[in-house]
């Protein structure tokens, strides 16, 4: 095993860990925002995610549309998106047990990757539809950086403001936080539950468009099981910061990212175990302290 | 009328078993493919049956079962492929010491696959079971994930992403539905005892079955690990029908764990019988959805054929059931010969008024 | 010890969640064959007592004992095997069970109670003897004889246990389908079914008219008598207590506020205060 120590490669792996870690975040906080409100695991983030990737894709090279316009047709359509799943799929269950809704989502995620085979077509597709210019490389002395990281972290960050803005400063986010802790008292207040939990699933769809849209520039393919993967780190990112809170998503999400990042280019013999990371970070996580970083949840009351 | 007895229901369904035995024995009515489907069945069958014994009966929602298939298929393969095979498959790294130099029948490999899945059942359940509701999911569906990604990089042991080829179908008809007919019994048996009772009764209110004595833990564990043993049988059963393996998401992963969701949760998750009746609907509906994905000649139209259209109309079908129907076809209970008889009084009744 | 004469005794138990004292420095203890009630407001704190005698709390500091053995931290499972069974304030039945399992699911620890006899070996070698070891789950799934023996027995003793308690003609209904003061009632069978000589007895009376509750009462004390029982309970409705019990623990904000017998807490002034404005209080 040989370790690989060079300060240029580590500013490169500080800045891919930085984008990726961004990237989980911007994933992360739907499943958080969705759990936080409805004590559901949205299995089906992964599958949003991909499916704004595409409609990107196909915003720009059928429709004929500028880039900026088709990716911004896309976020919005990612979000329209997630509200009709929760309308038609999820609200239906809300007062069902918890499991009859976790496996409704478990279904959801596999009809919009069926949904994206059928429509789409299984075969990868090349996602060339950006301009140029992001994937062109700034060098600074050895140190080789695309823009396109950048402009990643850039966004991550102006979207975390906005939705710290949207938490913070208006009515609907002083409602989602009200709501995160108890429904029934919150709807008595006055609060439309179900308008909040709308805005709920277009936000955390949008985001989800957003990170979608990145992550294909990055790898630049999309296909339909490429919201699988992602999304389960995503939704581990979430757990590890302790799944409710929105800072928890975001730490654990950075977290994520760096782990992956260092211990791939620091230990290069593992690349091949890259997946199994997170997985086993969940499982030491759940272990020692289920709750996550961020603790929400106190213990049922018996 | 009165309740059949345990006993009269099982001479009964013993009596239909040697009667479909005979049926099938003296004729020939099955080509190569209907055969073929019907075994796969049966593979299925034990996949849903010992799903349900965990997700249904002991009421823990675990998404792991793929892994445990996975490696009840991977261990019984790599019992069964003849030394020759495995040199020739094995180029990357050759296979280690001593699985390079055995070769054994499929029933003993098939027991074997079975028993290295129920240790793994064990070793993962163990800390899992400390997690509760959907942690208990979300955890061991990362475990089968990593079973899955080190399934993929253990060149040495799994042959890696080449996967395995040349696996003898030894799996047939007869093998098959022996051991569904073997794991009907065995969790039949355990669901119908005072285990079952116990299991029955923490699915619904682990905290009251506590101090009722019941040690939920150790009991969940049981049943995990049951059910790890004959999701490593299926595996195994599975191997040696398909002939060969790979570790891609999409074959060994986590879309099989769905598959056998979508069967049980049609079926009626907790339902023995039911587990059976969504096994063999996911069967004959996903081979009869097959026509929308060749191409069809319809009076002299081509219609082309939609890849992946199976899969998405049994998704939609599993949603609606979620929605409209959440017990599935038999909720909790099971089929037995006085429902059928009921059903059947029921039916001419009707007629006669 | 004088511990070993008491069936129960708790000594300066604390219970705290987070910042919030549930339970302050309690202590008490239960003779043998005595019915003990516990009493308080709302939120005094006294179903957190019961969840820390039967384990499903750890208590922050204090020791309980029971039969003079020191239970502290045991799991629910094994204090039950031991010898205390519960019913919960808000009915908490296997509703989609039958009746008859119901019962039989409280027997079900017959089977597996090993651990709990050795750990009462442990503690005191000559009274509690060694527990043997037999294969039950495998016996259970290949219905061995001397399980099917075990499982006829079991049923035997189910249906005796409903006769005592009269839901002997509903044993083959669902939980949920009885009335609400049967499942009370059932519930107290299901705990039965454990072997206990401690039962612990979480609002018994709470939903019932006067009838029913007076009724209640007398089966109460029938079954004290005919399991040679120790009984702590849990009430709100006070004339229920001082009718049935020998000896009171008042609660008020987790902490004793006065004990001793129904007259004497009745006319103690700080009960009266704690209860005043308490609609139940008449």
New interface residues.
């Given amino acids: 095993m040989s370790v690989n120590l060079d300060m240029n490669v580590l500013i490169q792996n500080v800045f891919n860990a930085l984008s990726l870690g961004g990237l989980y975040a911007l994933i992360a906080v739907g499943y958080t925002m969705v759990y936080g409100i409805l004590r559901l695991i949205n299995f089906a983030h992964g599958d949003i995610f991909m499916m704004g990737t595409y409609f990107a894709f196909y915003a720009i090279t059928l429709l004929f549309l500028p880039w900026w316009l088709g990716f911004l047709c896309a976020i919005c359509l990612t979000g329209l998106l997630g509200y009709s799943i929760e309308k038609i799929a999820y609200r239906p269950l809300r007062n069902a047990p918890r499991i009859s809704s976790l496996i409704t989502a478990i279904g959801m995620s596999f009809f919009l990757e069926s949904f994206a085979v059928v429509v789409f077509g299984g075969i990868p597709k090349s996602f060339n539809v950006y301009p140029k210019i992001f994937s062109q490389v700034i060098i600074m002395g050895k140190t080789r950086i695309p823009i396109l990281t950048f402009i990643t972290i850039i966004v991550t960050a102006l979207l975390f403001l906005f939705l710290w803005w949207l938490l913070y400063k208006t009515k609907t986010g002083l409602a989602m936080r009200a709501i995160s802790v108890d429904i029934p008292t919150t709807s008595l207040m006055g609060a439309n539950v179900n308008k909040v939990i709308s805005v709920t699933f277009i936000v955390g769809s949008a985001f989800a468009a957003v990170a979608g849209i990145l992550w294909a520039m990055k790898y630049p393919q999309v296909q339909p099981y490429m919201g699988f993967t992602p999304g389960l780190k995503a939704f581990i990112a979430a757990v590890i910061g302790g799944i409710g809170s929105i800072q928890g998503a975001i730490v654990g999400g950075f977290l994520l990212g760096f782990l992956e990042i260092m211990i791939v280019g620091f230990l290069p013999s593992l690349a091949g175990y890259r997946d199994a990371f997170a997985y086993v970070t969940l499982v030491v996580i759940l272990m020692f302290r289920p709750t996550g970083i961020f603790k929400i949840y106190s213990e049922q009351k018996v | 009328m009165k309740k059949l007895s345990f006993k009269v229901n099982l001479i009964l369904t013993i009596v239909f078993l040697i009667g479909i035995y005979f049926f099938l024995a003296n004729s020939n009515i099955f080509g190569d493919y209907w055969s073929r489907i019907i075994t796969l069945i049966a593979i299925y069958g034990i996949m849903a049956v010992s799903y349900t014994l965990v997700n249904g009966i002991t009421g823990i929602f675990s998404l792991g079962q793929a892994g445990f298939i996975a490696i009840g298929a991977y261990t019984s393969a790599l019992l069964t492929l003849s030394i020759q095979q495995k040199e020739m498959s094995f180029f990357i790294q050759p296979l280690i010491w001593p699985l390079n130099s055995i070769q054994m029948g499929f029933l003993p490999a098939t027991i074997i696959g079975g028993v290295v899945s129920a240790f793994f059942a064990f070793l993962i359940g163990y800390p899992s079971l400390r997690l509760t509701g959907d942690y208990f999911a979300i955890a061991t569906l990362a475990f089968a994930e990593i079973i899955r990604i080190v399934i993929q990089n253990a060149y040495g042991i799994t042959n890696g992403t080449l996967g395995l080829k040349g696996i003898s179908s030894y799996t047939t008809v007869w093998w098959a539905w022996g051991w569904l007919l073997v794991t009907v019994l065995v969790i039949g048996s355990l669901k119908f005892s005072s285990y079952g009772r116990a299991l029955r009764a923490m699915s619904e209110d682990p905290v009251a079955a506590r101090v009722m004595g019941i040690n939920v833990f150790w009991h969940q564990m049981m049943a995990f690990i049951v059910s790890g043993f004959f999701a490593g049988v299926s595996g195994s059963l599975y191997a040696h029908w398909i002939t060969t393996l790979d570790p891609r998401p999409t074959s060994l992963g986590v879309m099989l764990t769905f598959y056998v969701l979508i069967m049980i949760v049609i079926g009626g998750l907790g339902s023995i019988s039911g587990a059976i009746i969504g096994a063999i609907f996911f069967a004959f509906v996903s081979q009869w959805l097959r026509i929308f994905e060749s191409n069809v000649n319809f009076f002299g139209l081509a219609i082309p054929g939609v890849p992946g259209m199976s899969m998405l109309i049994l998704s939609v079908i599993f949603i609606v059931v979620m929605i409209f129907w959440r017990k599935g076809l038999m909720g909790k209970s099971e089929l037995s010969w006085q429902s059928i008889y009921a059903l059947f009084k029921k039916g001419i009744g009707d007629e006669n008024v | 010890m004088k511990m070993s004469e008491n069936i129960l005794s708790l000594d300066k138990v604390t219970m705290k969640?987070?910042g919030l004292t549930a339970v302050d420095d309690f202590s008490m203890f239960i003779d043998k064959g005595e019915l003990v009630g516990l009493i308080g407001p709302n939120g005094a704190g006294k179903t957190t007592i019961f969840?820390v005698i039967?384990?499903?709390?750890k208590p922050t500091f204090g020791r309980i004992f029971f039969k003079g053995i020191d239970i502290t931290g045991l799991?629910?499972?094994l204090?039950?095997?031991i010898g205390i069974?519960?019913t919960?304030q808000n009915i908490?039945?296997?509703?989609?069970?039958t009746v008859l399992?119901?019962i039989?699911?409280?027997?079900?620890?017959y089977?597996?109670?090993r651990?709990?006899l050795n750990f009462l070996h442990k503690q005191d070698t000559k009274k509690y003897p060694k527990a043997s070891w037999k294969p039950?789950?495998f016996s259970?799934?290949?219905?061995t004889p001397d399980?099917m023996k075990?499982?006829s027995i079991?049923r035997k003793n189910a249906f005796d246990l409903l006769g005592k308690v009269g839901l002997q003609k509903y044993a083959d209904l669902k939980a949920s389908a009885l009335p609400y003061g049967q499942q009370r009632k059932l519930e107290i069978a299901?705990?039965l079914a454990?072997n206990p000589t401690l039962l612990l007895l979480d609002e018994p009376a709470a939903g019932m008219n006067p009838q029913e509750s007076q009724e209640l009462l007398e089966s109460i004390r029938k079954i004290m008598e005919d399991f040679s029982l120790a009984i702590l309970l849990i009430e709100h409705d006070m004339k229920f207590v001082m009718n049935i019990c020998e000896r009171i623990y008042v609660l008020d904000y987790g902490k004793l506020i006065s004990r001793g017998s129904p007259e004497a807490v009745q006319n103690d002034k700080k009960v009266i205060e704690a209860y005043l404005g308490d609609k139940i209080y008449v």
């Fill in positions: 969640f987070g969840n039967t384990g499903v709390y799991k629910p499972h204090i039950n095997q069974a519960r919960f908490r039945l296997f509703s989609d069970m399992e119901n039989m699911v409280g027997q079900h620890s089977l597996t109670n651990k709990a039950w789950l259970a799934i290949f219905k399980y075990m499982e079991m299901r705990a454990t």
